[in-house]
């Protein structure tokens, strides 16, 4: 990481206000939570395709939950890092207008970030399908290893988006007019190819705005970024934050 390149980015982030976070998985690998497109950890054992999806959910929610059962009890022992840390610190700033993320972990809000949308859901609840009751994560962890419905007995769904479910219709109404709304859209962690999130820079874009680019490893719109930077979120935060002036 070049010092010039945090002077260039906290430039971008006085000068391009309001300033708006986009982050990935990318954010939460320094908390020791695998990206399930990268092999490692608990994603080494399980396909994506028979744990994370709707269809094999309705299918069979008791294998799901075996799954889903070890990812929360990662998830709940994680913690927040430097990258969430600066994130809401830029928040209580000024710099940061709010972050937008696709992680389901809870570690930015756990970390005092206040305008957060969870485009992907997130571990807070668990949601019956037949009956609406919804049951906090401490609950559900309670009735591990299948969490049934404490109203009606069917088992509950994580309100965590799957593959193969739309987004939450709120929060991505709330994303794309804070994207559209930014003048610097700052992504973090996320390699911008999960859509509909990753169309959301371009409604940065497409309203005036300009990108500037936290990852390791290139992105798609790396060439309409204003600025890239290929290093980890939390140095990157953390050095931002200090280059900053005190208040926005
Ligand atoms: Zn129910």
Redesign the pocket.
Known sequence: MVRMEIERLASLVAERQPCVALTGAGVSTESGIPDFRSPTGIWAQYDPLEVATIDAFLADPVKVWEFYGRRLELLRTAEPNEGHRALAELERRGWVRAVITQNIDLLHARAGSQELVEVHGSIRTSS??????VVPLDEVVALLPVP???????I?KPDVVMFGELLPERAIARATRLAAEAALLLVVGSSLEVYPVAGLPLETLAAGGSLAIVNRGATPLDARAALTVDAGAGETLRALAEALPECG
């Open positions: 019956c399908l037949d009956c609406g009751a049934f419905c404490p109203s009606c007995g069917r509950l």
